[in-house]
Structure formats: structure tokens, C-alpha cells
């Protein structure tokens, strides 16, 4: 296509106006734009988007800007159904409705700290997007897509003025592509979504226990016994590091050593500091093999490594992972307990830090700068490394006022399926740090962990997925942006839009589903689903150990990480106590759902009597229908005022805490809104002595079950 035709291809969207007539007022506006961004400011009118405008742009342009425009003309068209004009020539931005004015070009190669601003300006005659530099351009161009609208008379941007920037330069997410092997189309549908969240690092974890996942040309036999042929090629890489530039992302490999190291060792048992033969490690934990780092020879191995992979990824940042290293290979090796003590080197961290300081200048000499996990923390090591904090924000203003840049993952590891709620809460620099600017500017963001344990190519949406997009919102929007229920408001809509890259998070649970229950009815089933959540943090293992080669295809997989219906049922509940003393506020609802869920569980039964796949779910079941009939009687005796009986109320507390337990992997999520209908039903009596406030205080903290450490 040449630059000419490509330039009309922009004849997308925006047509034909509502005039704001003049200085028009603010106004208030919901919206669904996620990350927020900085300043918004709302004004009378829109835009209307008919298949008869034309965009053009001004100043700079490239091949990246003209194929982000591309993209999102062929989005747009996919979401609202028109058909935009193609061909014609460039449009002469004057006349046309979309400008996009760009200063300058982007760096070639996405770096640390580029400019990624941008300014929108839309009234009743055209929009007008300006930016400093491309990679703030592509940045605007997913502003305005979420700002598309549409009502009666059809679809529009609204009248608004937008100046955006990043509040952290280092916005990322790591897939673990290790433990299961994640093929390049699923990871590129992953720097997608990225993109429309502002997200621009993808943090490859390439080498582990599991699996050596990229082709070294210098030595074979890594990736040939290291990866069960699962395997990045370099051409594959190459791709995979065009893709995301295209769309403003960097891209971090992590190479983890000394430890983690079992897939290296499968191939080089002489790198190693104990003798071979090793094998992929099939199960998850933590593991013995390591480098051994009193050796030239590995040194001058790791060397040639690292040069190749230097050239492969041209990011300015290569990660060493460096963590969870046992130490025990070398405690148990003679000849490097006997370098420790010529050495003066106290213990495995000190002997560690040596050798972070070797790879520190192999990596300098190729370009590189380290980046590790907290354990490479030491002070011998060069200030110039950055260190990815898993321990915490404690540990990275730790990091930082020891002068080291630093990105913070405690609290974003997405395999301890929490919510997205609990993530977007935590906060790489919280109000009252104590970090003076200076400290505070070396912490350059965060980065989002999508472990790979229990996730595979067709599971690995729903579990990134929309989640990431709230904590991406942390590390681009003010700290102010933080009201938790309009999040989930916003996130709602961007998760569908989401959609638009070929995720596949919003239908894997009823692709899974239908394939454990044999057929295409599956509305009990997803009942259930709805209803229970992946068990938390590091459970799933220690309750049914688990191999590289165990399917995942269970309800536990199916189950996603944060239920919709179980922040309802906790809404109407909470509705309901805050209605005291009446105590009529969502009473009918909420009977209403107890009804239904216990209308599932004959089915249900039926079900896990038939499929042996989802026999597991039948206790599951019980849980479900004994919770439900509880929490009917409780608000029996909320609608007649009576309150139950002691020995009631304990039973009822006692079945559902039997009923929190989980089975199969999963937890029912609804127990914390029923233990609080079936302690209020115990205090009706209490309604008239103590205000409605004071009373709900104490019907929620008596129903409180303390979180487990």
C-alpha cells in the first residue's frame, strides 16, 4: 500500500456534528475510559461517526502511526458495524474531522522513560489528538476507541478535553511461559490487550526448572533438551519483538540464574554445581540445580549466551531472575566451599552476589543493563541495576533509598487469585512512602505476574484478563483514581471490548464447561461456576499435587478469579443491613437468588452422577444447596422479626464454615454475605437498642472469619 493510499484507508469515522456553540460549560459525565487519565474534562456536545469523514494526519508520520490508525479503523468498523471509506488520496487535515498532529517520531526500539503524552480535544466539529511523539499518539488513538459511544441517534464521541500521561514509565506484565509453554499467536493476543491498556513491557520468563523456551544457534542442546520441544525460534522472537514495537511495548527477557536452573543443566551438566545427570522438572516447587559460579568456564558460556540474546531482544534491560536460589548444590560441593572461604565470602548470598557482579559486566559489555529479582539486592552490586521487588513495598523503598531502581510485582501476582479489587489497591508508591523525590523517582513502576503453573493457551486469558487492565490503571492514572466500585463499573465494559484481540477470557468458562458436561445446557453448571472461585495464593498444589502434564480442564480452571455474583449477593447484602431497622431493602432479591441456587443442585447431582469429570463437584453441590436454604430461613425471620434462635445461629455457622472448605480446588464466595444474614437474623433484637450504623457495624464484624496468614 503506498503512503498516499495508507493515509486515506484513516477515512474512517468521524462525521458530520452537533455544534457545542461556543464557550460550552463543564459538565459531568460518566465514562468507561480505563486507565483515567490525568486531567478530563467533560463539555456540551458530540461528535457524531457516520462512514462519511475523513481523518488525516499532521506533522510527523510513519509506517507505526499509519498502521495504529489502521488498526483501530478496522476496530472501529468491527464495533459499530459501518463501513469507512478507503482510497481517495491523503486527506488535507483542514477539511478533515480526525487530526492526528504528532511532533516527532518515536524511537525505533521502545525505551525506558520515552514520551508517552498526549492531549484530546473533541467538540461538535472535529477531534484533534496531539503528542508529542508517536509512542503518544498510539497511547491517544486507545482514548478515543474508548471513548465511542452510542444511543438512538447512533454512534458518537462526546465532547471532551483530555491531557494524559503516564504517572510510572515502567507498565508491565510477565508471562511465565515456562511451566506450560504459551505458543507465540496466544502472546500475541496478550501485546493487544496490552496496547489498549497502556501497558508497555512484556516480560518474557524464558528459561526455568520446566523448560528452556528459546532457540540458542550457539548451543542446540539447550532448547533441544531443555524444552520438550516447545520453543521460541529466533525468527519466532523476532516477530514476537517487531509486534510489540509496532504497538509501543518493550520487550524484557528473563534468563533465570543461578537458580531455576534445571532446564539449563539437562543440555550443560557441566555448567552445573553438582554432577548430572539432570532432567526437566515436572512438578512445581523450588529446586537445588544451580550454576555454579566458581567457574571460568561458565562464565565464558554464559558470556557467548548472553551476547546472542543481547542481539535477539535490542531492549536496553535483560533479567537474570536471580531468585530462590536453595544454596545447598553449594554447600554441598567441596570446591566452592573452598572458593567461598579463599574468597572471604560468608554465605550463599555473598557468593551469589559475585557472581551478579560477573553477569552485571557481561551484560554491560553487551549493552545491557541487569535487572533482578529482590534476592540480587546486595551492596557490592552497581547501582545502575534494577530490581524487580517481589517481598513488597517495604523491600523497594528499601532498594531505593540505597540508590537502586527498582519495579514493584508484590501484590500483582495473578495466579494468587485475588481480585482485581484487592490488586488495583495496592500501590507501588502509596500515600505517606516517606521516599524523599529523589528516592521516589527510582521507583519506575511495576509489573503484573502471570505465573504459569495452572494456565495453558486456552486458559491463560481468563486468568490475565480483565484483571490486568485495573492494575494497569494503578500504574498509569493519579493515585486519587481509586474508588474500587467504579473501577469494577469500567472494567465491566473494557473487559467485552477486550474481546476485540481474540481473547478468549469472557467465553472460556463455558468452552470448558460444555466439554465437562457433555452437551450444550450447562445453565446449573454455570450457576456453580458463577458461584466459586479458584482457591488462593499457593493451595492448589498442596491440595492435589500437581505435574507439567496434568490437564487443565477441571471446574477449577473453568472457575474464574473474581465472581460478579459473589460482589452482587455481597451488594444486596450489604443494601439489605444498611435498610435497618426495616430490614426490606433487597430482602426479595435475595430470596429470590437462594431460590435459584437451589433450584440448580438437582440438576447439579444429576450432572456429577453422570460425568465422572464433575463427580468431584458433588460435596460442592451440598455446600451450595445447605447455604441456600440457610440464608432462606434467615430472612424468614428478618421479614417476621423474630429473632432466631442461639442454637440456630450456631449450626447455621457451623454448616457454613464446613461449606468454606474447599473441594475440587474451588471455594464458594457467597459464605461471607450468608454468615452475615444468619448473625443479623440472631440480633433482631438489637435493631431498636443500637443505631442502624452501630448494629451493622456488629452483625458484620461477629460474621467476620479472620484471613488466613
Request: neutral net charge; contains cysteine.
Amino acid at each position: 500500500m503506498t503512503r498516499e493510499a495508507g493515509a486515506a484507508v484513516m477515512g474512517w469515522v468521524l462525521a458530520g456534528s452537533v455544534a457545542a456553540g461556543g464557550e460550552a460549560p463543564a459538565v459531568a459525565r460518566r465514562h468507561a475510559l480505563m486507565p483515567v487519565p490525568s486531567s478530563l474534562e467533560w463539555a456540551e456536545g458530540r461528535l457524531a461517526l457516520t462512514p462519511a469523514v475523513v481523518a488525516a494526519l499532521r506533522g510527523h508520520r510513519d509506517a507505526r502511526l499509519q498502521a495504529a490508525v489502521d488498526r483501530m479503523v478496522r476496530r472501529l468498523e468491527s464495533r459499530t458495524t459501518l463501513e469507512f471509506a478507503r482510497g481517495g488520496g491523503a486527506p488535507d487535515p483542514d477539511r478533515a474531522t480526525l487530526v492526528v498532529e504528532v511532533a516527532g517520531p518515536a524511537p525505533a526500539v521502545p525505551r525506558l522513560g520515552e514520551d508517552e503524552s498526549y492531549t484530546l480535544d473533541v467538540d461538535g466539529t472535529r477531534a484533534l489528538l496531539r503528542a508529542p511523539t508517536v509512542t503518544g499518539a498510539l497511547r491517544g488513538l486507545e482514548t478515543v476507541l474508548q471513548l465511542v459511544e452510542g444511543d438512538r441517534g447512533g454512534w458518537f464521541l462526546p465532547a471532551v478535553r483530555i491531557g494524559d500521561r503516564p504517572r510510572f514509565p515502567w507498565r508491565g506484565l510477565l508471562i511465565d511461559v515456562c511451566r506450560h509453554f504459551i505458543p507465540p499467536d496466544v502472546v500475541r493476543r496478550q501485546i493487544d490487550a496490552m496496547a489498549a491498556v497502556k501497558l508497555n513491557v512484556l516480560h518474557l520468563h524464558l528459561t526455568e526448572d520446566q523448560g528452556f523456551r528459546i532457540e540458542s544457534l550457539r548451543f542446540p542442546r539447550l532448547h533441544q533438551r531443555g524444552s520438550d520441544g516447545l520453543y521460541y525460534t529466533q525468527g519466532q522472537v523476532r516477530d514476537l519483538v517487531s509486534y510489540a514495537a509496532e504497538r509501543g511495548i518493550r520487550v524484557v527477557p528473563e534468563f533465570d540464574m543461578p537458580g531455576h536452573a534445571t532446564s539449563w543443566l539437562v543440555g550443560h551438566p557441566e555448567l552445573g554445581s553438582a554432577p548430572g545427570p539432570y532432567e526437566i522438572a515436572r512438578t512445581w516447587g523450588i529446586f537445588d540445580p544451580s550454576l555454579d559460579p566458581t567457574r571460568e568456564e561458565v562464565y565464558r558460556f554464559l558470556d557467548r549466551f548472553l551476547g546472542e540474546m543481547a542481539a535477539l531482544f535490542p531492549d536496553a534491560y535483560l533479567h537474570i531472575g536471580g531468585d530462590e536460589n536453595t544454596g545447598k548444590q553449594w554447600q554441598g560441593n567441596p570446591a566452592i566451599t573452598a572458593f567461598m572461604a579463599r574468597r572471604g565470602l560468608a554465605d550463599a548470598h555473598a557468593l551469589q552476589a559475585y557472581f551478579n557482579q560477573r553477569i552485571a559486566k557481561i551484560l554491560a559489555a553487551h549493552g545491557k543493563r541487569m535487572v533482578g529479582w529482590d534476592e540480587v539486592l546486595h551492596p557490592d552490586l552497581p547501582r545502575d541495576i534494577v530490581v524487580q521487588s517481589w517481598r513488597g513495598a517495604d523491600s523497594l523503598a528499601d532498594g531505593a533509598r540505597r540508590g537502586y531502581q527498582g519495579i514493584l510485582s508484590n501484590g500483582y501476582y495473578l495466579d494468587f487469585i485475588h481480585t482485581a479489587a484487592r490488586h488495583y489497591l495496592v500501590d507501588p508508591l502509596p500515600a505517606g512512602h516517606g521516599l524523599s523525590e529523589a528516592e521516589a523517582a527510582r521507583v519506575l513502576g511495576g509489573e503484573v505476574c502471570q505465573w504459569g503453573e495452572f494456565v495453558w493457551p486456552e486458559t491463560i486469558d481468563s486468568r490475565i484478563w480483565p484483571r490486568t487492565a485495573a492494575i494497569a490503571e494503578r500504574l498509569w492514572s493519579p493515585r486519587e483514581v481509586a474508588d474500587v466500585d467504579d473501577m469494577y463499573r469500567r472494567l465491566a465494559r473494557v473487559s467485552v471490548q477486550l474481546e476485540e484481540h481474540g481473547l478468549m477470557h469472557e467465553t472460556h468458562t463455558g468452552l470448558l464447561l460444555r466439554r465437562l458436561a457433555g452437551t450444550a445446557a450447562i445453565g446449573p453448571l454455570e450457576t456453580l461456576a458463577g458461584l466459586v472461585e479458584p482457591v488462593k495464593v499457593y493451595e492448589r498444589p498442596r491440595l492435589r499435587p500437581a505435574t507439567q502434564f496434568m490437564p487443565l480442564t477441571r471446574l477449577v480452571d473453568a472457575a474464574r478469579p473474581d465472581s460478579a455474583e459473589g460482589r452482587r449477593v455481597a451488594t444486596l447484602t450489604d443494601d439489605l443491613l444498611s435498610s435497618a431497622p426495616r430490614l426490606d431493602t433487597r430482602r426479595e432479591a435475595l430470596g429470590a437468588t437462594f431460590t435459584a441456587w437451589r433450584a440448580t443442585t438437582g440438576p447439579l447431582r444429576r450432572l456429577a452422577d453422570q460425568r465422572p469429570s464433575l463427580r468431584e463437584m458433588r460435596p460442592l453441590v451440598d455446600d451450595l444447596d445447605a447455604a441456600a436454604a440457610l440464608g432462606l430461613e434467615a430472612l424468614s425471620f428478618i421479614e417476621a422479626g423474630q429473632s432466631a434462635p442461639v442454637d440456630w445461629r450456631d449450626h447455621a455457622l457451623a454448616r457454613l464454615a464446613e461449606a468454606a472448605k474447599p473441594k475440587g480446588e474451588v471455594e464458594i464466595v457467597v459464605l461471607g454475605p450468608l454468615r452475615q444474614l444468619v448473625v443479623a437474623a440472631s440480633r433482631l433484637g438489637d435493631v431498636a437498642m443500637l443505631s442502624p450504623a452501630e448494629w451493622k457495624r456488629t452483625v458484620v464484624e461477629q460474621a467476620r472469619v479472620p484471613e488466613p496468614k
